[in-house]
């Protein structure tokens, strides 16, 4: 992921690569029965505090589907927290987003271009990537805010991955109101590699040709402000992954693998480290 400028706005142009993996929050959604508020239960498994007031992004979500298409009847929504937050993983971003697809179905509006437009729209207003998780497809590039999204297909066959969380959570406005902007040539090398990057996992070739053009640019200020997010990126790589990178804003860092066995060993490695580790594959959506 690279910086490419600042808007007006105070909010930064990027160019990056999403890929969705099989780590997943549950969701459940009940239509009450006479108009009321929006309830939300938390089953947190995350060890770490998670509200349910008005600034959760679930709620966030439902009051603005709510309002926008005139809904007055009250839900319940339960929510089993399993992605770690703070983590750079997109686990907030992703309950938006499913909480406003999983309403429009719920209360049976049409599937056409208007409807899908004013669901974007309070996406994009609710976060930059939250409109991600309302699009089919799982690898994209994307540019802008992160908003503007490019899918392209990847065949089966990837990569395993492994997720280490070092139990601290990373302030996502904070790393980017610390991280400057690159000079022009480092961003002009950063897109090519992006672009060599893409190429490659659309050709479905092997994880040494392209795991050397993972780059992160704000691994620079994640690695000063939280140090032990660097420890584990280099332990990662002592375990013998072929690419290890920060996700997002951090302060998740993911080691590639080639197959589920070899993510095992290295779980065995970075084991009885005080570590939450995952071991997913990316998801291959059509």
């Known amino acids: 992921m690279e910086l ?3 808007r007006t706005d105070g909010y930064h142009r990027i160019a990056t690569l999403f890929a969705k993996i099989a780590l997943f929050d549950e969701l459940e959604f009940a239509v009450l029965s006479n108009s009321g508020r929006v309830h939300l239960e938390i089953k947190n498994l995350t060890g770490r505090p998670l509200g349910n007031g008005p600034e959760n992004l679930i709620l966030r979500a439902a009051e603005a589907f709510r309002k926008t298409f005139r809904i007055s009847r009250g839900l319940r929504i339960h929510l089993t927290k399993r992605i770690p937050m703070g983590a ?3 686990g907030g971003s992703s309950n938006a987003g499913t909480t406003l697809e ?3 179905k719920l209360f049976h509006l049409p599937s056409d271009s208007k409807i899908q437009g004013k669901l974007k729209r309070l996406a994009g207003n609710l976060g930059a990537d939250v409109p991600l998780f309302l699009e089919p497809g799982s690898f994209f590039t994307a540019c802008g805010i992160g908003d503007d999204l490019h899918p392209f297909s990847v065949p089966r066959g990837t990569p395993w991955l492994v997720l280490v969380y070092p139990e601290v959570c990373v302030s996502t406005a904070e790393v980017y109101r610390l991280c ?4 022009r ?3 002009l090398t950063s897109l090519s590699n992006l672009h060599k990057l893409r190429k490659n996992l659309g ?3 092997s994880i040494s040709h392209w795991s050397g053009l993972l780059f992160n640019r704000l691994e620079d200020v994640v690695f000063l ?3 032990v997010v660097r420890q584990v990126k280099d332990a990662l790589f002592s375990c013998g992954v072929y690419g290890a990178l920060m996700s997002g804003s951090g302060s998740c860092v993911f080691g590639l693998v080639r197959t589920r066995d070899e993510g095992e060993r290295v779980l065995q490695f970075v084991a009885g480290q005080n570590l939450k580790t995952f ?3 990316f998801l291959h959506k059509p």
């Not at 400057?180 to 000079?183: D, E, G, I, T």
Request: hydrophobic residues 35%; without cysteine.
């Open 279 to 281: 071991l997913v594959p």
């Open 180 to 183: 400057r902007l690159p000079a």
């Open 102 to 104: 999983s309403l429009a």
């Open 225 to 227: 402000t939280h140090p």
């Open 185 to 187: 040539e480092a961003t």
């Open 4 to 6: 490419t400028g600042r």
């Open 203 to 205: 050709l479905g070739t």
């Open 88 to 90: 750079g993983l997109g």
